[in-house]
Nanobody
Framework: QVQLVESGGGLVQAGGSLRLSCAAS????????MGWFRQAPGKEREFVAA????????DYADSVKDRFTISRDNAKNAVWLQMNSLKPEDTAVYYC???????????????????WGQGTQVTVSS
């Protein structure tokens, strides 16, 4: 059983930065593509970024491209999301997720992810 724990959320002013962390336990994440998703109040969960199991391939939602960077360290069993130039519309609960199948490229569809963290709140004030 994989357990994912996010951290690093908080309150930041527009234009600021935050770095979210996702730590895994119970199983190595090195074989699995990982993703970040977010859900704002009253909205559906949406894709933010994803990284392949090897780390060679990344994918970003258009709304965060060039502002957010996803990275991973398989030796540390961890994934990060560096968020720069934050905007009020980035306010949401951010979730880390692990793909259901090993050795796959990144995916945007949340149904392809079997493992989810509890989420961390990010609030960007204007």
């Amino acid at each position: 059983q994989v357990q994912l724990v996010e951290s690093g959320g908080g309150l930041v002013q527009a234009g600021g930065s935050l770095r979210l962390s996702c730590a895994a336990s119970g199983r190595t994440l090195g074989m699995y593509a990982m993703g970040w998703f977010r859900q704002a109040p009253g909205k559906e969960r949406e894709f933010v970024a994803a990284i392949s199991w090897s780390g060679w391939d990344t994918d970003y939602a258009d709304s965060v491209k060039d502002r957010f960077t996803i990275s991973r360290d398989n030796a540390k069993n961890a994934v990060w999301l560096q968020m720069n130039s934050l905007k009020p519309e980035d306010t949401a609960v951010y979730y880390c997720a692990g793909h259901r199948d090993p050795y796959t490229t990144s995916a945007r569809d949340s149904v392809k992810y079997a493992y989810w963290g509890q989420g961390t709140q990010v609030t960007v004030s204007s």
